[in-house]
Every structure is written in C-alpha cells, then in structure tokens.
Antibody
Framework: EVQLVESGGGLVQPGGSLRLSCAAS????????MNWVRQAPGKGLEWVSY????????YYAESVKGRFTISRDNARNSLFLQMNSLRDEDAAVYYC???????????WGQGTLVTVSS | DIQMTQSPSALSASVGDRVTITCRAS??????LNWYQQKPGKAPKLLIY???NLQSGVPSRFSGSGSGTDFTLTISSLQAEDFATYYC?????????FGQGTEVEIK
C-alpha cells in the first residue's frame, strides 16, 4: 500500500518551533520533487515549499521564507519541514505531497495539524 | 506570482447533473493545470493533470479542457460521491498556486 505519513504536528506557542516529518512507504521519493502544502481551518490549499529530487533546487512561499526550511533524506525515503518563529497564521494542516511527471501532485499524505496558540 | 481564479465558488447540483467549473490563470500557463478533489477531513486527490489527462483510477465522467489561461473541469453526470470541493492548481511555475476552491453541494 502506498502511504505518505506526516508526523510532528502539535500545539506550539507563537515564536516556537516544530519539525515535521513525512515518511513514505510503498513508493520511492528519491526520484521525485516534493512539496509541502498547508490548509488553514476552513480555508483553501496553500503551497508552502518545494524541493527537487537531489535537494539542489528549493523554493518557499513568501509567507514562510526565512522561517521554514525544507529538507529530505532520500536514503530514509523521508521529507522534513523545520518551522521556526511560528505565527498564528501558520496554524494549519500540513500535507507532504509527491510531484510526479508533468508536475502533478499524485500522492498526498493524510496531513498533520499544527496549532499555534498561547 | 500567477493567480488562479475559480468560478463559481460554490454550486448546488443534483445527482445526474452536468457540472462545469472554470479556472482562469493571471498569465499563460500552457497546459500546466491540475485539478484536485477534496472531501472533508481528507487529503486532496488528483483528478486531472496537464489540463486534460485523466489520472489513473479516476472515473471517466471527469474531464478537463483548456490551455493558456482558461480551463474547465466537467463532471458529465454528477454522482453522490462527487460532492466535494474542487481545486485547480498551476504547475507552470513556482509558487505552485491553487485556486480558491469550488464547493459542490447537494441541491
């Protein structure tokens, strides 16, 4: 069975940090670019970050640039998102998502909830 | 950044209806347009990629068309399991922007 499983979400105070992980099983991530996409409660989808298969190309949304860091470990078939200086507006479900040929996101994790509150 | 605008934001339809959702890009994105379906509490699911290609396992009642700036998702005969929110996404450039979503509700 194909699975992307996120972990690391939880409750954090404003200004705090969290590290999200995404572990893949049944699929190989190493040949594919990966994304983090988030969804605030009751809102639409927002792209957060992109990393190429070899980690040589990385992009961030302006809203998280300088605070979030995406990384991957192809040997462990895993993706990460280090989130620092968290703000109220970062509260959301965070999805890891594999980007396949023709730039389509063909696999999504189930999401991990990040709550930012004092 | 490329802005994606979907219309309508919501619609009410009955089982068996033909449903059309449109998506407009703020600049040309060739055919780099994907459509996703999302049900409450679930991750999005890819329906259509590269504007008109049906993802494996997706029912043939879903179809997509368009190129450049104007795109359409059509459900030829709405089924009960199709009530959901639909998002377009451009994959032409970074940031990979999404439309605001179209909620398809039961009439």
């Amino acid at each position: 069975e194909v699975q992307l499983v996120e972990s690391g979400g939880g409750l954090v105070q404003p200004g705090g940090s969290l590290r999200l992980s995404c572990a893949a099983s049944g699929i190989t991530l190493s040949s594919f670019s990966m994304n983090w996409v988030r969804q605030a409660p009751g809102k639409g989808l927002e792209w957060v970050s992109y990393i190429s298969s070899s980690s040589t190309i990385i992009y961030y949304a302006e809203s998280v640039k300088g605070r979030f860091t995406i990384s991957r470990d192809n040997a462990r078939n895993s993706l990460f998102l280090q989130m620092n200086s968290l703000r109220d507006e970062d509260a959301a479900v965070y999805y890891c998502a594999r980007e396949a040929t023709e730039n389509r996101i063909d696999y999504w994790g189930q999401g991990t909830l990040v709550t930012v509150s004092s | 950044d490329i802005q994606m605008t979907q219309s309508p934001s919501a619609l009410s339809a009955s089982v068996g209806d033909r449903v059309t959702i449109t998506c407009r890009a703020s600049q040309s994105i060739s055919s780099y347009l994907n459509w996703y379906q999302q049900k409450p509490g679930k991750a999005p699911k890819l329906l259509i990629y590269a504007a008109s290609n049906l993802q494996s396992g997706v029912p043939s009642r879903f179809s997509g068309s368009g190129s450049g700036t104007d795109f359409t998702l059509t459900i030829s005969s709405l089924q009960a399991e199709d009530f959901a929110t639909y998002y377009c996404q451009q994959s032409y450039s970074i940031p990979r922007t999404f439309g605001q979503g179209t909620e398809v509700e039961i009439k």
